[in-house]
């Protein structure tokens, strides 16, 4: 008699876990449905989103560097000299380099909204094996998948060639105080001389 009982019992544990397994499989697939568009060009757009933002804004701040270098050049008579050319092949050499570092942050950025968003389908994998509720599941991926989709805001940036135009402007503030501080460019064999603020 309790054989019977006992076989009626490992029946509905068994169709329990059978109905479990299928509401995860189901909250399952809703989580992949909702994150199927984090996919690898998604992060590639996000990355050239951020060089979309700070790259004209490092352009208008290069134009001005450039301009400001070509007034002091002038200033101090070295237009169109080896002085002239070496400035300037120097401030385009940290042009190059200012683009690279905008690249590497918007991908960066990407890796790092990557993790982010991962964790976050794995964390909603967890819920979902604990709580076997696929209407839950289906409603946080939904909300998880909205909020990370919406377009990133960033923060003000500037000052890319602040080192290079600071040591600049301090060198012509030193000069008008002490005549005997070296121009920046120097003249001929002289060795350049920075004045740091």
Same mark, same amino acid.
């Given at each position: 008699?309790?054989?019977?009982?006992?076989?009626?019992?490992?029946?509905? #544990?068994?169709?329990? @876990?059978?109905?479990?397994?299928?509401?995860?499989?189901?909250?399952?697939?809703?989580? @992949?449905?909702?994150?199927?568009?984090?996919? *690898?060009?998604?992060? /590639?757009?996000? /990355?050239?989103? =951020?060089?979309?933002?700070?790259?004209?804004?490092? @352009?208008?701040?290069?134009?001005?560097?450039?301009?400001?270098?070509?007034? !002091?050049? #002038?200033? !101090?008579?070295?237009?169109?000299? !080896?002085?002239?050319? @070496?400035?300037?092949?120097?401030?385009?050499?940290?042009? %190059? %380099?200012?683009?690279?570092?905008?690249? *590497?942050?918007?991908?960066?950025?990407?890796?790092?909204? &990557?993790? %982010?968003?991962?964790?976050?389908?794995?964390?909603?994998?967890?819920?979902?094996?604990? !709580? #076997? *509720?696929?209407?839950?599941?289906?409603?946080?991926?939904?909300?998880?998948? %909205?909020? =990370?989709?919406?377009?990133?805001?960033? /923060?003000?940036?500037?000052?890319?060639?602040?080192? +290079?135009?600071?040591?600049?402007?301090?060198?012509?503030?030193?000069?008008?105080?002490?005549?005997?501080?070296?121009?920046?460019?120097? +003249?001929?064999?002289?060795?350049?001389?920075?004045?740091? &603020?």
């Amino acid at each position: 008699m309790c054989g019977g009982g006992d076989g009626g019992a490992a029946k509905e #544990a068994r169709r329990l @876990e059978e109905q479990r397994q299928a509401n995860i499989a189901q909250g399952n697939a809703a989580i @992949e449905n909702q994150f199927s568009g984090f996919d *690898d060009n998604f992060y /590639a757009n996000r /990355a050239k989103d =951020y060089e979309s933002f700070a790259v004209p804004r490092l @352009e208008k701040e290069f134009a001005n560097t450039k301009r400001n270098l070509t007034y !002091s050049l #002038a200033r !101090s008579g070295l237009m169109g000299g !080896s002085v002239d050319a @070496e400035k300037n092949a120097n401030l385009a050499d940290e042009r %190059q %380099q200012q683009l690279r570092n905008v690249a *590497d942050v918007g991908q960066g950025q990407a890796n790092e909204l &990557r993790q %982010q968003i991962e964790g976050q389908r794995s964390n909603l994998t967890s819920q979902l094996e604990a !709580s #076997a *509720d696929p209407g839950a599941a289906t409603n946080l991926a939904l909300r998880t998948a %909205q909020a =990370y989709a919406k377009p990133t805001s960033y /923060a003000p940036i500037g000052n890319f060639f602040k080192e +290079w135009t600071g040591n600049f402007i301090a060198n012509n503030e030193a000069r008008q105080y002490d005549p005997n501080v070296a121009p920046l460019f120097g +003249w001929g064999g002289e060795t350049q001389r920075m004045v740091n &603020r």
